[in-house]
């Protein structure tokens, strides 16, 4: 099962405002990670944070982690029809010895030109 | 530098069958991650190798059974294949065996099982 939940499943904006996807999850992390993938293709790492970190940023990306509500946002700043994409958290669990990454279900970002 | 490559890019195969998939890390990478995805779904982790033994495994039936070569490139093997295992399969790649590392991932090869 999937242990990340995205929201919103989809979401559609114009070219140059700003999109927000939201990740929740269940179990403590290590860290949690943000990709994208376009088309069904290949997944693209975007960013990193950890546990004891609360804002990571990365060009036009801002993430955010809250582990007390065990969330986390990822800010798209200025879209661009490029942004077109899913974008996927996947956390990975604290569990020494069970590391491995739990995608969840996505979120399908549309930018409109 | 190459990054991760697998093949074939698609493949059709009928129920019962039995499939292998290739991937090849990226260039300096040890660790190879085998992921499944259903069709609007996120990926599931299926197992990863590393020194060429299977170090972890997600919750996948013995069907799926997978190799490690002395190279560091991987197969996937799917036997007796169901409908449901028609997905895009994804291979990752890492330096080392914590997951904590980034994962590089290929393009994926798409599974249709008729």
């Known amino acids: ?113 | 530098d190459a990054g991760v490559t697998q093949s074939p890019t698609h493949l059709i195969k009928t129920r019962g069958q039995q499939v292998t998939l290739r991937c090849s890390p990226k260039s300096g990478h040890d660790t190879v991650s085998w992921y499944q995805q259903a069709l609007g779904q996120g990926p599931q982790f299926i197992f990863q190798y590393y020194e060429e033994e299977e170090r972890q495994r997600g919750n996948f039936p013995d069907r799926f059974s997978g190799h490690q070569f002395p190279n560091y490139s991987s197969e996937l093997n799917v036997n007796a294949l169901l409908l449901g295992d028609s997905a895009l399969y994804l291979c990752a790649s890492s330096f080392g065996l914590a997951t904590y590392n980034e994962q590089f991932f290929g393009p994926g090869t798409r599974l249709t099982v008729l």
């Open chain 1, 1 to 113: 099962s999937q242990q990340g939940e995205e929201d919103p499943q989809a979401l559609s904006i114009q070219e140059g405002e700003n999109a927000t996807m939201n990740c929740s999850y269940k179990t403590s992390i290590n860290n949690l990670q943000w990709y994208r993938q376009n088309s069904g293709r290949g997944l693209v790492h975007l960013i990193l944070i950890r546990s004891n970190e609360r804002e990571k940023h990365s060009g036009r990306l801002r993430v955010t982690l809250d582990t007390s509500k065990k969330s986390s946002s990822l800010l798209i700043t200025a879209s661009r029809a490029a942004d077109t994409a899913s974008y996927f958290c996947a956390r990975l669990r604290s569990n020494f010895g069970n590391e491995k990454l739990t995608f969840g279900t996505g979120t399908r970002l549309t930018i409109i030109p």
